[in-house]
Nanobody, 119 residues
Framework: QMQLVESGGGLVQVGDSLRLSCAAS????????MAWFRQPPGKEREFVATIGWSTRYADSVKGRFTISRDNTKNTVYLQMNSLKPEDTDVYYC???????????????WGQGTQVTVSS
């Protein structure tokens, strides 16, 4: 079992930066593929970024967001720069025991943290 707890969300202005953190329980964190997803109200949860052997980003955040991890702290981060109103969503951290190519491959999810970008 793994528990994921996100933090760092909040209300910011257009163009601001924000860093989300996801703290994971468990001793095998380094072996997991980690990811961030986001979910607009009434819509499907959508992929944002993932980090495993490599990193990958959604086109909508490429060049603005950076995913990273610190295996000594069992934590994955999402640095979000140049935020736009369309980045307003609930952001979820996810973990997969194996490699993952879509949200169904992820085994564990956090409870989410709200990010609101005001214009």
């Amino acid at each position: 079992q793994m528990q994921l707890v996100e933090s760092g969300g909040g209300l910011v202005q257009v163009g601001d930066s924000l860093r989300l953190s996801c703290a994971a329980s468990g001793r095998t964190f380094s072996s997991y593929t980690m990811a961030w997803f986001r979910q607009p109200p009434g819509k499907e949860r959508e992929f944002v970024a993932t980090i495993g052997w490599s990193t990958r980003y959604a086109d909508s955040v490429k060049g603005r967001f950076t995913i990273s991890r610190d295996n000594t702290k069992n934590t994955v981060y999402l640095q979000m720069n140049s935020l736009k109103p369309e980045d307003t969503d609930v952001y979820y951290c996810a973990a997969a025991r194996l490699s993952a190519t879509w949200k169904g491959d992820y085994d564990y999810w956090g409870q989410g943290t709200q990010v609101t970008v005001s214009s």
